[in-house]
Nanobody, 128 residues
């Protein structure tokens, strides 16, 4: 059974940094597209960043480009999201997800509906 577990969330002041981790078990990270998503209260879940399985190309939402970096360590089966220059609007529950056994074109790599395996989420709160 595939399982994902996020960690690293917390409270930080605007302008600060956090690094989220997503540890996986039950499959290998090098064979599936993986991504980070977030959901703020009253809003839909949105894609933040993704690593595409075919060529490890990374994709980012416009709102986080230049501030967030997605990476993975296949040997450790861990996905990371380095978040710098955090803004108030980055506050949300952050989820990692994997598209286990699925393929889709990279243009939809940030679409939550493409993913079938999710972690439980970790809260990120940015304050002024």
């Amino acid at each position: 059974q595939v399982q994902l577990a996020e960690s690293g969330g917390g409270s930080v002041q605007a302008g600060g940094s956090l690094r989220l981790s997503c540890a996986g078990s039950g499959y290998t990270y090098d064979s599936n597209t993986m991504g980070w998503f977030r959901q703020a209260p009253g809003k839909e879940r949105e894609g933040v960043a993704a690593i595409y399985v075919a060529d490890s190309t990374t994709y980012y939402a416009d709102s986080v480009k230049g501030r967030f970096t997605i990476s993975k360590d296949n040997a450790k089966n861990t996905l990371y999201l380095q978040m710098n220059s955090l803004k108030l609007e980055d506050s949300a529950i952050y989820y990692c997800a994997a598209a286990v056994g699925l393929w889709f074109p990279p243009i939809v790599a940030l679409s939550p509906v493409q993913y079938n395996t999710w972690g439980q989420g970790t809260q990120v709160t940015v304050s002024s």
